[in-house]
């Protein structure tokens, strides 16, 4: 069988510091997305992280087509 990545004895998976980061992202703009998209600097403040690190994993989320970059002085990041 394929190997899905670590797991724990107890079979839960273990996810990456960034996995869980990008999981955090995706829920907070889905609850903050309306009515303006959610600005980086806003969603690194709410999290307590640098936003630099923070905007690799966003971008990252935009290529694979969760996330839709809004670009503008009201711009940010809302579920695609």
Do not use: F, W
């Amino acid at each position: 069988t394929m190997n899905d990545g670590p797991k724990r004895e107890d079979g839960m998976i273990l996810l990456s510091r960034r996995s869980l980061l990008a999981i955090a992202a995706v829920v907070d703009i889905a609850l903050h997305a309306r009515p303006t998209p959610v600005a980086a600097k806003m969603l690194a403040a709410r999290h307590n992280l640098p936003p630099r690190h923070l905007e690799t994993i966003l971008q990252a989320l935009v290529r694979c087509g969760i996330l839709k970059g809004v670009r503008g002085p009201r711009g940010g990041y809302e579920l695609a």
